[in-house]
Structure formats: structure tokens, C-alpha cells
């Protein structure tokens, strides 16, 4: 079981971060939903920010575009997840690189397609 951040979490049920921290639940991951706007995410506390959250996080899956991914990337490497994955649209190789010189692996990836095919882990 993994700590995941999903940085830009929704309660939107046709977006896919709402639809990747379904699956993510479903395979038994522990889930910590980042969004400035709400209070909970399918019903898991939301965190305003990457800082706000009392655990380690393992994973970070990114679900925001490059150009609000640059207001983060500090949180990010301030956090020091073991890995990021970059879902398809959030592609970011400067901030990739960035990431991997602090030793974070990056990987650009669907989260829901990893999990399908035992990818994930």
C-alpha cells in the first residue's frame, strides 16, 4: 500500500483524477486528494496544498498543466516523494529534470492504465 497525492483532485466524477483516486482506492492505496478548493474529495479530506499533508507520500500523480505545475514544483521537491507521475496533457520535462536531480523518479504515464496493468507499484 502506497501514500498517493493527487495533486489537482476534483469532485468532477467524468474527470480523471476523480476516476484515478477511485481505482487507487480500490487497490488498497491510501489516497490524500490536493486541491486549493475543496474540503473533500469523494469523500476523503482534501489538503490546500502538498505541505498540508501529515504523511510521507510515496507517489505524486499530477492532474494540473504545466503552467499551475510551476507554482508546485517546490512542494514537490520539498516533499520528496519517491516518484512522479506525469498523466498524458501534464508532460513537464524541465520540471521532470528538476525532480530527477533531487533523485525523484519521474515517469510520464496514465495512473488508471499503470493500475490496470499492475504497473503502479
Not at 483532485?9 to 488498497?28: C, I, P
Not at 510551476?70 to 496533457?89: L, M, Q, S, T
Request: charged share 20%; glycine share 6%.
Amino acid at each position: 500500500m502506497l501514500n498517493v497525492a493527487i495533486l489537482g483532485a476534483t469532485n468532477s466524477t467524468d474527470r480523471s483524477a476523480w476516476q484515478a483516486q477511485q481505482m487507487l482506492v480500490e487497490n488498497h492505496h491510501r489516497v490524500f486528494p490536493v486541491s486549493p478548493t475543496q474540503d473533500t474529495v469523494g469523500g476523503v479530506k482534501a489538503y490546500k496544498s502538498l505541505l498540508e499533508i501529515p504523511q510521507a507520500i510515496d507517489v505524486v500523480t499530477v492532474y494540473i498543466g504545466p503552467a499551475r505545475l510551476v507554482d508546485v514544483v517546490e512542494d514537490i521537491r520539498a516533499i520528496n516523494p519517491a516518484r512522479v507521475i506525469f498523466n498524458p496533457g501534464t508532460e513537464a520535462p524541465d520540471i521532470a529534470a528538476k525532480l530527477q536531480e533531487d533523485g525523484i523518479a519521474t515517469e510520464e504515464a496514465c495512473t488508471m492504465v499503470l493500475l490496470r496493468t499492475g504497473q503502479f507499484e
